[in-house]
């Protein structure tokens, strides 16, 4: 009987916290939010990658020019669309908790005089696909949304 009720209170307790925290086992990803591609090298980033409002081009020396983004960037004076930016990339390690793909902005036109204090803007966004053919994304406003902004390759 005490192995029933210690069962029963454990089944009580886990339902709570479920219920309480809104974690469960039925969580699932994003659509288009895939993980990262085992063994990604930098050299497989290298390109220009587009959506409809953005077009980023990543170099094999690690700099990058961007049209378009960062679209939430405060304080900058011209249009999100418009807005060029320039700076270095790189692919965290793939065991690192920071973006897996991080940038730092060198220059962005209409925001501080398009010196960005000496390139301390920072940057990143998530990496799915394949080798062969990645695609970068990052979540707009809240991750539980699942509205992605996604950039495909195109070269």
């Known amino acids: 009987m005490n192995g029933r009720l ?4 454990c089944t009580l307790v886990l339902a709570a916290s479920v219920i309480t925290t809104g974690c469960s086992s039925r969580y699932s990803p994003c659509p288009g939010a895939d993980q990262r591609p085992e063994g990604l090298s930098t050299r497989d980033l290298v390109g220009t990658y587009e959506n409809s409002a953005a077009r980023l081009t990543l170099r094999n020396d690690g700099t990058f020019t961007t049209v378009g983004w960062p679209a939430t ?6 249009s999100p669309r418009d807005r060029t930016g320039s700076g270095t990339w790189e692919l965290t390690p793939a065991h690192d908790t920071d973006w897996p793909v991080s940038f ?11 010196d960005v204090n000496g390139g301390y803007y920072g940057s ?3 990496v799915g696909g ?3 053919n990645p695609h970068l994304y990052a979540y707009v406003g809240d991750p539980d949304s699942c509205d992605l902004a ?3 390759r195109h070269s």
């Open 104 to 114: 730092s902005f060198h220059k962005i036109s209409g925001y501080w005089d398009s």
């Open 130 to 132: 394949s080798r062969e």
């Open 124 to 126: 990143g966004l998530y």
């Open 73 to 78: 960037l405060e304080g900058a004076a011209d």
């Open 6 to 9: 210690f069962g029963l209170a």
């Open 150 to 152: 996604t950039l495909t």
